[in-house]
C-alpha cells in the first residue's frame, strides 16, 4: 500500500513501479535521514502537535530503525519508492499508530533537501581531509626535493629550470583553492529547508530556528520555494569535485608523462602499476591513468545537474530525484582517487639523476645570457635578439651553450665576458629566481613553510 492510496483506485505498474524508485541509489541516505525525523519528532512536541509519549515513541522506534540498518537488517522494499518511504513504514511496522504522526507539517521535498545538506556536510569533510593527506604527501615530497634541478616546461618544451619542489608545491596550491571551495559550498547549504512543507511553507508553529540549531545548522533558509528547488549545493559541490579532479588529472598526466622512457623522470613502484597480459616487459601507470580518465566522470556528472535542473519551473519536480546518482558518484569516485594519491606519490621513485642532468640541456639558461646582459646595460629586447643569434650558432655548431667559447660569445656582444660562465649554469639560473613564488631553492623553502601553514589551517 502506497502513502497516497487514498485518491488511487489503480495499483501502479510494476515497470513504473521500477522506473520511479529511488530506493537503490538513496537508501545511503538513511543515516541523515533518520537524524532529520528524530528531530522532527521533537519539533512537533514542542509544537505541541505530539505529545512527549508519542515523542519518545518515535524518537525510541526511529533509533531501533537505525539499529536495523547498520546491522543490515533493514527491509528494504521497492514498492516504497525511497528512503524515507521505507523508514517510515518500517517504523509504522515497529512503533504503530504514533508513526502515523511523523510526517504533520512536512513534505518528502523539505524532507530530501535536508538529507543531502546533511550529506553534503559530512562528506564535505571527509573530502577535505582527503585532499588534506594528498597535499601532505606531496609536501613531504617537495621537502626532499627543493635542491633538485629538473626542467621546466612551456608548451611542453624544455623551457628553464626550475626545482622538482617547486613543481610539487604547484600542485599543493591547487589542492588548497579546493578545499577552499568544498569549504564554501558547505558554508553556504548550512541553512536549515525543513519546515518549507511541499512548497508554501509547514502550517503549524514549528520553531525552525530551534530545529536548526538541533540539527546543526548555521541559519534557517529564507523562502520556501527556494527551499524545495534549490539544488545549488549539489551543483557547486559536483564543481568543486570537478576542478579538484582536473587538479589531480593534471599531476596524474606529468606523472604518466615523465614515467616514459623519453622523460625517465619518474619510476612508479610495482605496487601503484599494473603489467600486460601479453607484453612481459610492460609496467603501465594506471592509477594515474585511471585518475585522468576518472575527472572525465566528474565533469559528466556535474554537467548531468546542471542539465537537469535548466529547465525546471518552481518549486519541486520529479526531475530532482536525479540529481542523486551523479552526486554519489562523484563522492566515490573523487574519495577513491584521494584514497590512492597519498600512498601512490609517497612510493614513487624520482630519477633525479636525469632530472639534473635534462635542467640544463636545450639551452635551458639561455633567458639568464639574456638576463646578463641586461644586467650590464644592454635593453631587454636587444638582449634577446643577440642571444638568439647565439642560439643559432650554437645549434649550427652543435653546441651547448656553455660550450661556446667566451671569444666567440664576444663576436656577438661586447658586453660579454668572463663571468658569463658561472651566470649561466642552472644553479645560477634558480638561485637568481629568488623572488617571492620563485624556483631559487632559497624561494621555495621559505614558500614550503608557507604551504605546510595553509596545509595545518
Ligand atoms: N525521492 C525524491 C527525490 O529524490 C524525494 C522527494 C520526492 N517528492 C515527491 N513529491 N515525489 O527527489
Keep these: 500500500m502506497k502513502p497516497w492510496g487514498g485518491r488511487f483506485t489503480a495499483a501502479s505498474d510494476p515497470s513504473a513501479e521500477r522506473f520511479t524508485a529511488s530506493i537503490g541509489f538513496d537508501r545511503r ?28 515513541a518515535m524518537v525510541r522506534g526511529l533509533e531501533a530503525v537505525r539499529g536495523e540498518l547498520e546491522r543490515g537488517e533493514f527491509p528494504f522494499r521497492a514498492e516504497l519508492e525511497d528512503i524515507h518511504m521505507n523508514i517510515e513504514r518500517r517504523l509504522a511496522e515497529l512503533i504503530g499508530p504514533p508513526a502515523g504522526k511523523l510526517h504533520t507539517g512536512r513534505s518528502r521535498n523539505d524532507q530530501i533537501a535536508l538529507d543531502e545538506r546533511l550529506y553534503l556536510r559530512d562528506v564535505t569533510v571527509h573530502l577535505a581531509d582527503g585532499i588534506r593527506e594528498v597535499q601532505t604527501a606531496l609536501l613531504d615530497r617537495a621537502a626532499d626535493s627543493v635542491d633538485v634541478p629538473m626542467p621546466g616546461y612551456t608548451h611542453l618544451q624544455r623551457a628553464q629550470p626550475i626545482v622538482l619542489a617547486h613543481h610539487l608545491l604547484a600542485y599543493v596550491f591547487m589542492l588548497h ?90 619510476e612508479f613502484s610495482d605496487a601503484f602499476a599494473t603489467g600486460s597480459s601479453i607484453m612481459p616487459q610492460k609496467k603501465n601507470p594506471d592509477v594515474a591513468e585511471l585518475t585522468r580518465g576518472k575527472s572525465g566522470r566528474l565533469y559528466g556528472n556535474l554537467v548531468a545537474v546542471l542539465t537537469t535542473m535548466k529547465g525546471l519551473p518552481l ?31 609517497r612510493s614513487l621513485g624520482f630519477r633525479v639523476d636525469r ?68 651566470a649561466i649554469t ?29 596545509v595545518a589551517s
Design 29 to 56: 541516505l538513511w543515516p541523515h535521514d533518520i537524524a532529520g525525523s528524530i528531530a522532527w519528532a521533537r519539533a512537533l512536541a514542542r509544537a505541541g502537535l505530539v505529545t512527549a509519549g508519542e515523542r519518545d
Design 177 to 266: 583553492r579546493d578545499r577552499e571551495r568544498f569549504r564554501d559550498g558547505a558554508a553556504r547549504a548550512d541553512m536549515l529547508p525543513l519546515g518549507a512543507g511541499a512548497l508554501a511553507g509547514t502550517a503549524f508553529p514549528i520553531d525552525r530556528e530551534a530545529l536548526a540549531r538541533d540539527l546543526g545548522f548555521a541559519g534557517v533558509t529564507w523562502n520556501s520555494l527556494d527551499a524545495v528547488s534549490d539544488r545549488d549545493y549539489v551543483v557547486e559541490f559536483l564543481a568543486a569535485a570537478a576542478i579538484t579532479g582536473m587538479h589531480l588529472s593534471r599531476l596524474a598526466a606529468d606523472l604518466t608523462l615523465w614515467a616514459t622512457a623519453e622523460f625517465g623522470f619518474v
Design 315 to 345: 518549486a519541486y519536480n520529479s526531475d530532482m530525484q536525479e540529481d542523486k546518482e551523479p552526486f554519489f558518484d562523484s563522492v566515490d569516485t573523487l574519495g577513491a582517487i584521494l584514497d590512492v594519491f597519498p600512498p601512490m606519490l
Design 355 to 422: 632530472m639534473r642532468a635534462a635542467a640544463g640541456e636545450d639551452f635551458s639558461t639561455a633567458t639568464d645570457l639574456a638576463d646578463y646582459l641586461v644586467r650590464k646595460g644592454l635593453p631587454f629586447r636587444e638582449a634577446h635578439e643577440v642571444v638568439g643569434r647565439v642560439v643559432r650558432h650554437a645549434i649550427d655548431h652543435g653546441l651547448a651553450l656553455e660550450a661556446v667559447p667566451v671569444d666567440d660569445l664576444r663576436r656577438f656582444s661586447p658586453l660579454i665576458e668572463a663571468d658569463v660562465r658561472e
Design 426 to 454: 642552472v644553479e645560477a639560473s634558480l638561485r637568481a629566481r629568488s623572488v617571492t613564488g620563485g624556483t631559487a631553492p632559497d624561494s621555495v623553502r621559505r614558500t614550503l613553510d608557507v604551504a605546510r601553514r595553509l
